[in-house]
């Protein structure tokens, strides 16, 4: 059988972080699972640039202006929807899950998508705790995966061993 590599390796690479202040306890406890993470895996501080934008609504154009930009192997979203009693909760999700798609459609450069879309706020703080279980960690790997899966597959796959 013949498959695609898969790396969890960091080094070398470039990472934009998309990140909302709305929210900002727990958007930053995210951040900080992905900073961490990539760290983990070798990303260098200086290959790993955040950009902090008003809330979740945002998180798509600057995902695709800095997937655009040809500077980073793979962009990571970060934020937090929390539920309220207006339809609001429903096109701010929709908006930031159909744009953060199409960012990564668009360029070719994985986009992971770490937006929280909770009922309420015990339900972020428990996806965001510190270490493992971390939802930012969880998408930092993707995004250090697909960095690496993304280029190999334009490429014929490698027989396994």
């Known amino acids: 059988m013949k498959s695609y590599p898969v790396s969890s390796d960091a080094s070398g690479l470039r990472f934009a972080v998309v990140v909302s202040r709305f929210n900002h306890l727990i958007s ?3 951040l900080d699972g992905a900073l961490d ?3 983990r895996r070798g990303a260098a501080d200086d290959d790993v640039h955040v950009a902090w934008v008003p809330g979740a609504y945002e998180i798509p154009l600057a995902a695709r ?3 655009a930009s040809g500077r980073y ?3 990571v ?3 937090v929807v929390i539920r309220g009693g207006t339809p609001h909760f429903d096109y701010v999700c929709r908006a930031a899950t159909d744009g953060v798609l199409e960012a990564a459609r668009v360029t070719g450069v994985p986009v992971t998508f770490g937006v ?3 009922d309420d706020v015990d339900q972020a703080l428990a996806r965001a705790p510190e270490g493992e279980g971390n939802k930012g960690r969880e998408v930092a790997l993707a995004a ?3 960095a690496r899966l993304a280029p190999a597959l334009e490429k ?3 027989e396994e061993p």
Request: net charge negative; glycine share 4%.
């Open 65 to 67: 202006t800095l997937a």
């Open 144 to 146: 250090v995966e697909m």
């Open 156 to 158: 014929p796959p490698v």
């Open 73 to 75: 192997d793979a962009v």
């Open 116 to 118: 929280l879309t909770c």
């Open 28 to 30: 930053a406890r995210l």
């Open 37 to 39: 993470e990539l760290r």
């Open 77 to 79: 979203t970060l934020g």
